[in-house]
């Protein structure tokens, strides 16, 4: 079982906005600005889309967002295209003695 | 740019020791921090470890009696030992850099995410 909780997962038609939540407690998710998010296409290695809760890295698209409410992150993706489908995976520091935690991944489907 | 390529022996028997390589090429080993994390088939990620050339590692608590990481600084490449495998060890196997940054004071912050990874290699525990 994940440490942090996402749905399994999230559809919506191309153009739409989704939204994807990771929910922790106040040791990971709602005690830190540490949160990333991570694309995973079939067979592929994740990629880094949003780091510090609400940034993005070079090169990754303005349509790819994040931001944080207490425990829960969130990412949305607007102007949802067909290449955004894959597994989209949040992590967050903690201050266990973990020190990193992933959750579960969220399947991403555009109808 | 940076790459990192992992490499292994693929089948493991249980009980034996699982050894991967993290070939790192286009930068320096010891400039970052390096994370290992795995995947099963079909599950989400887990973060196995974060380790630097300096000697501090910081290990996943549910694998710390099992794990040996280190690093071969002429070959800019890290190792991951796994001890006493099961099928539970069963996965895909990444390498990813922990990027940095430099404080005013010149001390260097290390980040808790990762920019780059590797494209993974598959280990499968099995008699």
């Known amino acids: 079982q994940s440490a942090l909780t996402q749905p399994a997962s999230v559809s919506g038609s191309p153009g739409q906005s989704i939204t994807i939540s990771c929910t922790g407690n106040s040791s990971d998710v709602g005690g830190y600005d540490y949160v990333s998010w991570y694309q995973q296409h079939p067979g592929k290695a994740p990629k880094l889309m949003i780091y510090?809760?609400?940034y993005r890295p070079a090169g990754v698209s303005n349509r790819f967002s994040g931001s944080k409410s207490g425990n829960t992150a969130s990412l949305t993706i607007s102007g949802l295209q067909p290449e955004d489908e894959g597994d989209y995976h949040c992590s967050s520091y903690t201050s266990s003695d973990t020190l990193v935690v992933f959750g579960g991944g969220t399947k991403v489907t555009v109808l | 740019q940076v790459q990192l390529q992992e490499s292994g022996p693929g089948l493991v028997k249980p009980w034996e020791t699982l050894s991967l390589s993290c070939t790192i090429s286009g930068g320096s080993i010891s400039s970052y921090y390096w994370n290992w994390i795995r995947q099963p088939a079909g599950k989400g990620l887990e973060w196995i470890g974060r380790f630097h050339t300096s000697g501090n590692t910081f290990y996943n608590p549910s694998l710390k009696s099992r794990i040996t990481m280190s690093a071969d600084t002429s070959k800019n490449q890290l190792s991951l030992k796994l001890h006493s495998v099961t099928a539970a060890d069963t996965a895909v196997y990444y390498c990813?850099?922990?990027?940095?940054?430099?404080?005013?004071?010149?001390?260097?912050?290390?980040?808790?995410?990762?920019?780059?990874w590797g494209k993974g290699t598959t280990v499968t525990v099995s008699s």
């Open positions: 990813a850099r922990v990027p940095r940054s430099v404080r005013p004071t010149g001390i260097y912050y290390y980040y808790y995410y990762m920019d780059v």
């Open positions: 510090e809760v609400s």
